[in-house]
């Protein structure tokens, strides 16, 4: 599918049953989400409803309005210290492979929670992924560090690298973080073509 013809907008409650399938699609057949039990839509839908707001959530859709890939950030680390750091993930339909839409969904995420006064975006790529390795490196993340045998999967013991995207190194005190909606208009990430860099 060209990339042209796929849509990337905020997701929706009338998105979350198709992500959960989505994701379900690498919890069952994958490395790249260590959960082991297939999610229920339910556990999307209180997600989404607590996050949305102060994370970006974008789903790529097709024109029969198929769900194509998703990205989305939620906390790093709930302590207050932790505030202006953000976790990252990004999820292609099969499919929809290879033909850049993970950097397209990548590209608008980040630049959303740039936009809204984050500092840092973190990570976690388990092994191997030599995909999403290449996939964060070109959207400006670092490896910083990866922790061995760190979960267990499908017979085998997996590493987990991390990867980290600063957006400032400046050491003034943070400012005070935007919501979704405040900034959305600026980075135009309620509506757009999908016209990012290859890469998954």
Same mark, same amino acid.
């Given at each position: 599918?060209?990339?042209?013809?796929?849509?990337?907008?905020?997701?929706?409650?009338?998105?979350?049953?198709?992500?959960?399938?989505?994701?379900?699609?690498?919890?069952?057949?994958?490395?790249?989400?260590?959960?082991?039990?297939? *999610?229920?839509?339910?556990?999307?839908?209180? #997600?989404?409803?607590?996050?949305?707001?102060?994370?970006?959530?974008?789903?790529?859709?097709? $024109?029969?309005?198929?769900?194509?890939? #998703?990205?989305?950030?939620?906390?790093?680390?709930?302590?207050?210290?932790?505030?202006?750091?953000?976790?990252?993930?990004?999820?292609?339909? $099969?499919?929809? *492979?290879? @033909?850049?839409?993970?950097?397209?969904?990548?590209?608008?995420?980040? +630049?959303?929670? @740039?936009? @809204?006064?984050?500092?840092?975006?973190?990570?976690?790529? +388990?092994?191997?992924?030599?995909?999403?390795?290449? #996939?964060?490196?070109?959207?400006?993340?670092?490896?910083?560090?990866?922790?061995?045998?760190?979960?267990?999967?499908?017979?085998?013991?997996? %590493?987990?690298?991390?990867? @980290?995207?600063?957006?400032?190194?400046?050491?003034? $005190?943070?400012?005070?973080?935007?919501?979704?909606? *405040?900034?959305? $208009?600026?980075?135009?990430? %309620?509506?757009?073509? %999908?016209?990012?860099?290859?890469?998954?």
């Amino acid at each position: 599918m060209h990339r042209s013809s796929r849509n990337i907008r905020l997701a929706t409650a009338s998105d979350l049953s198709a992500v959960c399938e989505l994701v379900n699609v690498y919890i069952r057949n994958s490395t790249a989400n260590f959960r082991t039990e297939p *999610q229920e839509p339910a556990e999307w839908e209180a #997600l989404w409803k607590e996050l949305h707001e102060r994370y970006p959530w974008y789903v790529a859709t097709a $024109p029969d309005g198929e769900l194509a890939g #998703l990205s989305y950030a939620r906390p790093w680390n709930p302590r207050g210290a932790y505030a202006w750091s953000a976790e990252s993930t990004v999820y292609v339909a $099969p499919g929809h *492979q290879g @033909q850049g839409l993970g950097a397209a969904l990548y590209g608008r995420l980040l +630049a959303t929670l @740039q936009a @809204q006064g984050y500092r840092s975006v973190v990570a976690g790529v +388990a092994l191997p992924n030599p995909g999403s390795a290449a #996939l964060h490196r070109a959207a400006g993340f670092e490896p910083v560090g990866t922790f061995r045998a760190l979960g267990h999967k499908h017979g085998d013991w997996h %590493d987990v690298s991390y990867w @980290q995207r600063r957006f400032s190194t400046a050491a003034e $005190p943070p400012g005070e973080l935007r919501t979704v909606a *405040q900034v959305v $208009p600026v980075t135009g990430g %309620d509506a757009g073509r %999908d016209a990012g860099p290859g890469g998954e």
